[in-house]
């Protein structure tokens, strides 16, 4: 029912005492005159009413929120599984609270090598296996994926490496899981956040064999990819069904020739806006190697080369690129 449908007039007892104090007929100041006798009585039914339209909202939002079966419409989950010993529990509960149509980004904090698998199992369940169903989540919804150590951000860097060195979140192992998984998200995932883990150059090799074809934004700073890596992600920048927008590399271990090979690939990329490469172990050679060849990116509008050793020596070929950057700002 209506809040309103529930409205009582006041009580016969407060009109005899409203008339008895008010002459009606002189108006509406008679009346105010009467209110501090009626005022008390008039919050609590007005109070009674607040609370009865806070409680028909709160009845509503939770019926839009939830499907006829109970699930929860929950377009972008975020979820914690940090320190958590029985990620098969956390698992069947995610399956079975969501209404997965619905979801169109999901983010998964604090997974490991050993429990990646079986988390991503209850989202993401390619459909060439036996027990793929109607009743699996339906992930070809999901475009933003990410899969962190933390949610803390910079914080986290520093309480990462002196609780766990720099081996916490996912390694090479759990990142051939997760592209292992990524077939059936194919066709709708835009954004990959891979970023505060410890993937590695056998991470890189992996995601080139996986690339995601509509891939726009992937995320990958705070890692510990290398040359080689860099090589195997410029082989798979150089795919012509590249999309890629932004690429974040910081604070990866790359050095001159890995930034090289990735400025080399990004070059070729008409719609790179925005490209990480600052804490990288960058001299000045590289990045006038690495300058260079952004030149050929005219949608750049984003560079971080910051907390790199570069010297005197490199400003050069930096002004050179900022001077002729359409839209590097």
């Known amino acids: 029912l209506s809040p309103l449908s529930l409205m009582k007039p006041l009580p016969l007892w407060v009109m005899c005492r409203l008339g008895a104090r008010a002459d009606l007929g002189a108006g509406f100041a008679g009346v105010l005159s009467a209110l501090p006798l009626v005022g008390q009585h008039l919050a609590e039914l007005l109070t009674g009413l607040s609370g ?3 409680g028909a909202t709160c009845r509503a939002g939770a019926g839009a929120l939830h499907t006829k079966g109970g699930l929860r419409i929950w377009p972008h989950p975020s979820i914690s599984v940090a320190n958590c010993p029985q990620a098969s529990e ?13 979801v169109r980004s999901i983010a998964l904090y604090g997974a490991t090598d050993a429990t990646i698998s079986e988390l991503l199992g209850s989202i993401i369940i390619p459909p060439s296996t036996p027990s793929a169903s109607s009743s699996c989540p339906a992930s070809e919804g999901i475009a933003a994926l990410r899969l962190r150590c933390s949610a803390k951000g ?176």
């Not at 759990?174 to 150059?201: C, E, I, K």
């Not at 790199?308 to 020596?313: I, V």
């Open 154 to 329: 910079c914080e986290s860097a520093i309480k990462k490496r002196n609780e766990f060195g720099d081996f916490a979140g996912l390694g090479d192992v759990g990142a051939r899981q997760v592209f292992a998984r990524l077939s059936p998200l194919a066709g709708a995932l835009r954004s990959l956040d891979l970023a505060w883990n410890h993937l590695g150059d056998g991470a890189m090799a992996a995601l080139r064999c996986a690339w995601p074809t509509k891939l726009r934004r992937l995320t990958l700073d705070w890692n510990a990819i290398g040359e080689d890596g860099a090589a195997s992600l410029a082989e798979a920048l150089q795919g012509p069904a590249t999309l890629l927008e932004s690429l974040d590399l910081r604070s990866n271990p790359l050095g001159d020739r890995g930034v090289a090979t990735i400025c080399e690939a990004a070059s070729r990329l008409d719609g790179l806006r925005w490209l990480g490469l600052g804490e990288t172990s960058l001299g000045d050679d590289g990045a006038r190697a690495a300058m260079r060849s952004l030149a050929g990116c005219v949608a750049l509008e984003g560079l971080d080369i910051g907390e790199n050793p570069l010297t005197d020596g490199a400003c050069e070929a930096v002004a050179r690129l900022v001077a002729i950057a359409p839209r590097l700002r």
């Open 52 to 54: 009865l339209a806070i």
């Open 90 to 102: 956390v698992a069947k509960a995610i399956r079975g609270a969501l209404a997965w149509s619905s």
